[in-house]
């Protein structure tokens, strides 16, 4: 069964930074374009960043300039990099990837079970 989970999750200080994964888990064909969102307490999920498999990535506005996501196709894993934290970024960030499992050959979304981030002095 193909999971993803996440870690890296925390309380910081305003300012400070920190870093999640999300490494995925199981038999797959391969691993499309992955993200991450988040969600606030009384708010819908929003997306942060994408990546596609060949290491393109894509930034909502809120974030660019202080997020870096990345990827590393061999453990089929991907990474946020947060720096420059606000209080508005306290959330759960979930990561998300389309997943080719066999014996698809199309791929599906698969959601981590989504970490907790507290920014907060």
């Known amino acids: 069964q193909v999971q993803l989970v996440e870690s890296g999750g925390g309380l910081v200080q305003p300012g400070g930074s920190l870093r999640l994964s999300c490494a995925t888990s199981?038999?797959?064909?391969?691993?499309?374009?992955m993200g991450w969102y988040r969600q606030a307490p009384g708010s819908q999920r929003e997306l942060d960043a994408t990546?596609?498999?060949?290491?393109?990535?894509n930034y909502d506005d809120s974030v660019k300039d202080r997020f870096i996501i990345s990827r590393d196709n061999a453990k089929n894993t991907v990474y946020l990099q947060m720096n420059s934290l606000k209080p508005e970024d306290t959330a759960v960030y979930f990561c998300n990837a389309d997943i080719v499992v066999p014996p698809l050959v199309v791929g599906r979304p698969y959601w981590g079970q989504g970490t907790q981030v507290t920014v907060s002095s």
């Open positions: 990546i596609t498999s060949g290491g393109s990535p």
């Open positions: 199981g038999w797959v064909v391969s691993v499309n374009d």
